[in-house]
């Protein structure tokens, strides 16, 4: 089961590699109408590699496997419409064909998440101020990353993720309306742009997450204070020695050395 269609080249390269082909059925290799929806998931037929010409003709080596390759949508399909139609008491046109309806939305769903990119852009976008301060937050790190002010080593895998928890700490620490969230982050970027900049790269740590360096930035401009609502940061001994001001917050979570 894969996350998307687009994942599917990687799984039959990693079959080839790993086996011995013996044909692959895509799912897009029948002829099929295009008012038709069926269960048609791409199959891969293999054997077992002999580890040595010596036993290939033993019978294990012999044996045809198949491995069906489905996207997440199609299993959540399969799984729920198998016992639902296929295994019922009874054999119902009207079964089969709402089974058939959902395999027609599944199909939409793969090909909306294939081209996700190309359709966002026809979305109408709408103001909404939660998601305008964390737009704000990745914006501002990614433009930090870009012009080599935060090192790779802890420059976040995620931003989006990375936005959401920087928010989440603010929202934390003021638990205002998030329309009045947006001054606050605006001015938690102020402080921590100030520090970075006056800061050599050399010198931004490595030994500490670039949340936790977020966070010692935070709690030394007095952004952060010592009580955070529902949020308990970790605190690890090279956060506290570069940050001795993140040892007022009172609820988190501490690794001790030693």
Do not use: C
């Not at 990687?10 to 082909?21: G, I, K, M, Q």
């Not at 198949?66 to 019922?88: C, D, G, M, N, P």
């Not at 003021?174 to 100030?194: G, L, P, Q, T």
Request: net charge neutral; proline share 5%.
């Amino acid at each position: 089961v894969i996350p998307t269609l687009r994942e599917e080249g990687r799984v039959l390269e990693f079959l080839n590699r790993a086996f011995h082909t013996i044909v692959v059925r895509g799912r897009n290799d029948t002829r099929k109408a295009p008012d038709v929806f069926r269960f048609e998931a791409t199959r891969y037929i293999g054997r077992l590699r002999a580890p040595e010409a010596a036993v290939a003709n033993e019978p294990l080596f012999l044996i045809p496997f198949e491995v069906q390759i489905r996207s997440a949508f199609e299993h959540a399909w399969s799984t729920t419409t198998h016992a639902l139609v296929y295994k019922a008491a009874t054999v119902d046109w009207k079964r089969v064909r709402l089974a058939a309806q959902l395999k027609a939305a599944v199909e939409q769903l793969d090909s909306l998440i294939l081209m996700f990119e190309e359709t966002v852009e026809g979305i109408a976008p709408r103001s909404w101020p939660d998601i305008a301060a964390r737009q704000m937050i990745a914006e501002f790190y990614a433009e930090l990353v870009k012009k080599g002010r935060i090192p790779s080593e802890i420059a976040p895998k995620d931003l989006s993720r990375f936005a959401d928890n920087v928010w989440n700490l603010l929202k934390a620490q003021y638990r205002a309306r998030d329309d009045e969230m947006e001054a606050y982050a605006s001015k938690a970027i102020n402080v921590i742009r100030i520090e970075i900049e006056a800061t050599s790269e050399p010198q931004i740590p490595r030994s500490i997450s670039l949340f936790q360096y977020t966070l010692g930035i935070l709690t030394r401009g007095k952004i952060i204070g010592s009580t955070l609502y529902r949020f308990h940061p970790l605190l690890t001994p090279e956060l506290i020695a570069l940050y001795p001001e993140v040892d007022r917050i009172k609820d988190r979570f501490e690794l001790l050395s030693g």
